[in-house]
């Protein structure tokens, strides 16, 4: 075994000792009940069945049970410990513990990162020596941890929840006791549950392969704040949701800490999309709320992964039935097209009023015969993949039978996900409980239930894509590298222009004829030899956006236009930016036709690269039409880009016009990823716009402008 797979082997053995430690020491159990540390005590004694230890050198017993002075003091071996003293005291303890064997702590005391640098500083002496003696550490600053399998509740949140499929884990404490309470009235039950806190060294890229591993558990979920290797959380989180479906809601994505860019690219690029592509990549499920974390969690421990997007919807309202419809239309859910075998069953099973279309409408005296024959029926048809059922209460409605008699249809089909919508709350519980106990989630508003859908249709779409590893095309590396080499020495921060076209030249992106002229002379012999007509741009790293200040003319079609511009473009400059760096002019062949499109990339400090392909030209910033994926990407990410933009429609080619050569702005898009990821040095790149050709004409990057890190 290589010696990173006996290392990997020996860091999953170490979570086996957090969750299913043979014995445990509490360090800090109080005697005052109502202390951390006690009620750690407490709840640990009350579930797990091997020795626990109090350690309080105050005390001789601690509920009954021999107190401790310290961890030596006990004498026998001990995997697991629970922290709850001061701070300060803690690394002393987890060399003691290292003594006595321990292979995983809990450190539930606050008082460190989140209290500012001196408690960070405490945090750094906490993580390393601990890993340094053999301990993986939960924590410092979190709730405890929780095993229904080991019954292990090292946690001073509530009792052990019910037994279940559902792995949570969360940096938020206060997230944590709030979906414990959710669980215990949606009887939703839990494998494994775990509260984060500061993260000083367990995170979630340490438990996802561990979870995605461990049989209790059917779906991972999470509450994120920030994740500090995204990398090594893209690898860890796409190889879980292989196992299992893995959903994750992440808080503090809007725009408020971006950072000073310069960029089209790095302008539209924030965290929000560095996240979405994130998860995206890696078949993670987004959950854009709370309410989403808690839904999903129960949809996907409770029933099957639909085949497909056709859904049916059957409601014994009108309007509850459209709302839905609409929801199924937003998310991109298909309304199932019955076969007429089903329609034939349905007549016959409903009054002649009732709709027999999808959503099929039972009519609001419907009683539970009339549900269950429609509930069957649209089951048993294979046009549909999926089903959501609305119920209203009514005076007559049977609440309760009509339940059962959903729960026996959904049980009778098994490999159709069902989902009920009973919208009221004390009207409707008789029914939710039966319903609960058939293991079907009740969402009070029928658009939740439908939400539900999509969220498991994209978990099995994103599981059946075929595993890509993003393909290395022929470049010229060594020529690319010798540019950004020289610019670096030169101590240069912008590209622009015909330096920054040879880069993405080199990586074999067409580009149009260009050279810089240094005065009118040369910009005539350079146009002579292009042939007119040409663009004329001024060539200055102070220029970044040449048209806003009427730095670029397209268009010159002779010597005396030539003549004509270059001077103003020259003297615009002068008038706009007078202290502007003016390199020359640079002479460029003008491509004609072709949509102009924007291809670039903005760093991201946790994730890398983040390219960006959207409808490009001028008012890039305005059209905001962008998707967004992280590098390396493979085929099927760059083609996902292309398709996901609003206008698509435009490169498809409307109103007579030809289609646009998309394999191009795709084979585009995974050169630039290929030299982001080859060059570090770019912090962000823009190619707008990229003027897509017809057709099997390709596509030319007109304007190309690249910035570099700083040097640090
Ligand atoms: N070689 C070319 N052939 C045809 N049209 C061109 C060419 N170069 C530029 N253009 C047109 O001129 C517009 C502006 O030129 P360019 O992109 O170079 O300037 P910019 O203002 O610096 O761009 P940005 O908006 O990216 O800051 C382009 O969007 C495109 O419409
Ligand atoms: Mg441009």
Redesign the pocket.
């Known amino acids: 075994m290589s010696e990173a797979a006996s290392e990997k082997k020996t860091e999953e053995t170490d979570l086996h000792f957090l969750f299913q430690p043979r014995s445990v020491a509490v360090v800090g159990a109080a005697r005052e009940p109502e202390k951390v540390g006690r009620v750690v005590f407490d709840n640990l004694i009350r579930t797990f069945s091997g020795p626990v230890y109090p350690i309080n050198p105050k005390a001789t017993e601690i509920a009954g049970r021999r107190a401790y002075g310290s961890i030596t003091e006990i004498g026998a071996p001990v995997d697991l410990l629970v922290i709850a003293i001061p701070a300060p005291y803690i690394k002393a303890v987890l060399e003691e513990g290292a003594r006595a064997g321990a292979r995983a702590a809990i450190v539930i005391s606050a008082g460190f990162k989140e209290t500012g640098i001196e408690g960070a500083r405490l945090e750094t002496e906490l993580a390393a020596p601990a890993r340094a003696l053999g301990i993986r550490l939960v924590g410092p600053n979190c709730l405890g941890v929780m095993d229904t399998a080991s019954g292990l509740n090292a946690s001073f949140a509530g009792a052990l929840p019910r037994s279940g499929g559902v792995a949570f884990m969360s940096q938020s404490g206060a997230l944590c006791t709030a979906i414990l309470d959710w669980a215990h009235g949606e009887d939703v039950g839990f494998s494994k549950f775990i509260s984060l806190g500061n993260k000083a060294d367990i995170s979630e890229i340490d438990l996802l392969p561990w979870l995605a591993a461990d049989p209790q558990t059917n779906i991972i979920s999470m509450y994120i704040e920030g994740i500090s290797d995204g990398r090594a959380f893209m690898t860890a989180a796409s190889a879980a949701a292989r196992e299992k479906p893995v959903v994750a809601l992440k808080s503090g994505t809007t725009n408020a800490g971006a950072k000073a860019v310069s960029s089209?690219t790095g302008t539209l690029a924030g965290s929000e999309s560095v996240y979405e592509a994130a998860f995206r990549q890696s078949g993670v499920i987004r959950a854009a709320t709370v309410q989403d974390l808690f839904d999903y969690a129960l949809g996907f421990s409770s029933q099957p992964g639909p085949h497909g997007r056709r859904l049916a919807i059957i409601t014994n309202a009108g309007g509850p039935g459209i709302m839905a419809a609409d929801e199924s239309e937003r998310r991109g859910l298909w309304l199932a097209d019955f076969n007429p075998h089903t329609v034939e069953n349905l007549r016959r099973a409903l009054p002649a009023e009732a709709s027999v279309y999808n959503p099929v409408d039972v009519l609001g005296d419907a009683l539970a015969d009339r549900y269950g024959a429609a509930i069957k029926s649209v089951l048993a048809d294979p046009n549909v993949d999926s089903a959501v059922v609305i119920l209203t209460p009514q005076a007559m409605t049977e609440i309760g039978a009509t339940a059962a008699a959903m729960t026996k249809a959904a049980a009778g089909v098994g490999t159709k996900p069902v989902f009920a919508a009973f919208m009221g709350k004390s009207l409707v519980d008789e029914g939710t409980a039966v319903l609960r106990a058939g293991s079907i989630p009740n969402f009070y508003f029928p658009e939740r239930a439908v939400a539900m859908v999509d969220a498991m249709v994209r978990y099995s779409e994103a599981g059946s894509l075929p595993e890509e590893t993003p393909t290395k095309l022929p470049v010229d590396r060594e020529a690319a590298r010798r540019i950004l080499n020289r610019a670096e020495e030169e101590g240069k921060r912008y590209l622009v222009?015909v330096e920054a076209l040879d880069v993405v030249k080199a990586y074999g992106i067409r580009t149009?004829r260009?050279a810089v002229a240094s005065n009118q002379r040369e910009a005539l012999a350079i146009a002579a030899e292009i042939g007119y007509p040409?663009?004329l741009?001024v060539s200055s790293p102070d220029?970044?956006?040449?048209?806003?200040v009427g730095?670029?003319k397209?268009?010159v079609e002779n010597d005396f236009e030539l003549r004509r511009d270059y001077r103003d473009l020259l003297s615009n400059v002068e008038k706009y930016i007078p202290e502007a760096e003016i390199a020359g002019v640079v002479v460029?062949?003008?491509?004609?036709g072709?949509k102009?499109t924007?291809v670039g990339m903005n760093r991201d400090t946790q994730f890398g690269p983040l390219m960006m392909f959207g409808m490009?030209?001028?008012y890039?910033e305005v059209l905001k039409d962008v998707s967004f994926r992280l590098a390396p990407v493979t085929t099927e990410d760059a083609a996902q880009m292309v398709r996901e933009i609003r206008s698509r429609a435009l490169l498809e080619g409307v109103r007579g016009e030809e289609r646009s050569d998309t394999d191009a702005i795709i084979d585009t898009i995974m050169r630039l990823s290929q030299l982001v990821m080859d060059e570090p040095s770019i912090a962000e790149l823009?190619i707008?716009?990229l003027?897509a050709m017809a057709s099997g004409s390709g596509a030319?990057a007109?304007?190309v402008?690249i910035l570099l890190e700083a040097k640090s």
Do not use: C
């Open positions: 089209h222009d149009p260009s040409v663009v741009k220029v970044l956006h040449k048209t806003d730095a670029v397209v268009g460029q062949e003008m491509v004609r072709g102009e924007i490009g030209g001028i890039v823009d707008n716009p003027l030319v007109a304007d402008r």
